[in-house]
């Protein structure tokens, strides 16, 4: 199955980039519960195909990700696989990565840190560049849908510990951001973003 490594921090506020081959899985921690996640997907050799949110609804028919689900690229081809989830299972599709025209709108002062520059920064320390921000997959990002169409924007449902599996379907270049939201409840009601922790699991031999 699979073996094992060390774990690793994603800085509260910052993100960070990892190749992840086809066949082994990243192991995502929630360390304290509260910690919306973005993650990124792109294939390794062709950073232009990525992990598409729309096509991955189109595929499964679902708005939460469930346990088994496939997320595929904008080509349509399978890239990551939720295989473990403790968690209560609510993870966001829908709405797009934090960045500076956000913060501006919630009347931050400049440079307040973003998903959207975490993701080309976590890029930038693996010599790579892209000039569009895909929608991300928000992680632990707790985003209820209601009745009417409107979603409202809750803490997150997961505990500390709490863990996602996600399996390479392909090659893939992963980017994950700690998002940095502190104005809204979505990283908690103490609007504290914390570090979250990864391991590399490889596909045994
Ligand atoms: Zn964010």
Not at 143 to 168: K, N, T, W
Request: net charge negative; glycine share 6%.
């Amino acid at each position: 199955m699979v073996t094992n490594a060390a774990m690793e921090t994603v800085p509260a506020r910052h993100g960070k980039a990892l190749h992840v081959a086809a066949g082994s899985a990243v192991r995502l921690v929630n360390t304290q519960g509260n910690q919306v996640v973005d993650t990124w997907a792109f294939q390794r050799d062709d950073l232009s195909e990525y992990m598409s949110m729309a096509h991955s609804r189109s595929v499964s028919s679902r708005i939460y990700p469930a346990l088994g689900d496939i997320f595929v690229s904008i080509r349509r081809r399978p890239m990551l696989r939720l295989v473990e989830d403790s968690s209560p299972g609510r993870h966001d599709t829908l709405l797009c990565a934090c960045n500076a025209a956000i913060y501006e709108e919630h009347g931050c002062a400049p440079g307040h840190r973003s998903c959207q520059n975490n993701l080309h920064e976590a890029l930038a320390a693996l010599g790579l560049a892209i000039s569009w921000t895909p929608a991300p997959l928000n992680l632990f990002m707790n985003i209820p849908v209601q009745p009417d169409g409107s979603i409202l924007r809750e803490p997150p449902l997961s505990r500390p510990g709490d863990h996602v599996l996600l399996r390479a379907e392909m090659d893939l270049v992963v980017v994950f951001s700690a998002c940095p939201q502190d104005i809204t409840p979505i990283n908690g009601t103490s609007r504290t973003p914390q570090d979250v922790h990864y391991s590399i699991l490889a596909a045994d031999a």
